[in-house]
């Protein structure tokens, strides 16, 4: 496609169940970005990968949400256990490389009910 | 620690100047991001410093100072679909970082 694509857009789950959250990054990018936006914040930086590693996973708040992009293209954010207060919405970004713009998906909004 | 500034909420008028500044603490900076967000979309990418000085880009410029962790974003000759959000993000050891963003009123 011709820009970075995120499914679903919208998810409603309940407080303990598991969810995975897609990316489609733009064809060619190495770089993928993951973020958490809370109404009226900023992006929240939580997970960056340079091809299939995750170079930087500083910004993930605890060991139940993880991240993968096992051929270096799709990204898959795998929050487990999820409780009301992970609602917001998870934003993800592509660029071509390091040093140049990043590219942002519409998000998944996720609602834990 | 990172630590990236600026101010929550500003309100200009239509065909106005407007600057919104960014004050920003990281380790490891390439350069400063500027991107703009309207309500429920995505953001949208305005401009990148990275050497001191001023880039203009039609009615955006954006300035940048390193040794003072300090930029700015200049918008002129205000539209009312200019009302957005505007997010600030340092680019610190690759990894893009943003600030709270501000939220920009045009009024007529």
């Known amino acids: 496609g011709a820009g970075v694509s995120q499914t679903p857009s919208n998810k409603v789950t309940e407080k303990g169940k598991y969810v995975e959250l897609r990316c489609d990054p733009i064809s060619g990018h190495t770089a993928l970005y993951w973020y958490r936006q809370s109404l009226g914040q900023g992006p929240e930086f939580l997970i960056y990968?340079?091809?299939?590693?995750?170079?930087?996973d500083s910004g993930l708040p605890n060991d139940r949400f993880f991240a993968v992009r096992p051929e270096g293209s799709v990204s898959t954010l795998k929050i487990q256990r999820t409780e009301r207060g992970d609602s917001a919405v998870y934003l993800c970004a592509s660029s071509p490389d390091l040093n140049t713009e990043a590219f942002f998906g519409q998000g998944t909004r996720l609602t834990v009910v | 620690g990172q630590n990236i500034d600026q101010p929550t909420e500003m309100t200009a008028t239509e065909g106005a100047i407007v600057q919104i500044n960014c004050t920003y603490q990281?380790?490891?900076?390439?350069?400063l991001f500027w991107y703009q967000q309207h309500a429920g979309e995505a953001p949208t990418f305005l401009s990148y410093?990275?050497?001191?000085g001023l880039e203009e880009k039609g009615r955006f410029s954006s300035f940048l100072s390193r040794s003072k962790g300090y930029s700015y974003l200049l918008l002129k000759e205000l539209q009312m679909k200019d009302s957005a959000s505007y997010l600030c993000?340092?680019?610190?050891?690759?990894?893009?970082?943003f600030g709270s963003g501000t939220r920009l009123l045009v009024r007529p």
């Open positions: 990281t380790s490891g900076f390439n350069g």
């Open positions: 993000g340092a680019h610190s050891s690759y990894k893009l970082i």
């Open positions: 990968f340079q091809g299939t590693g995750a170079a930087d």
């Open positions: 410093n990275v050497l001191d």
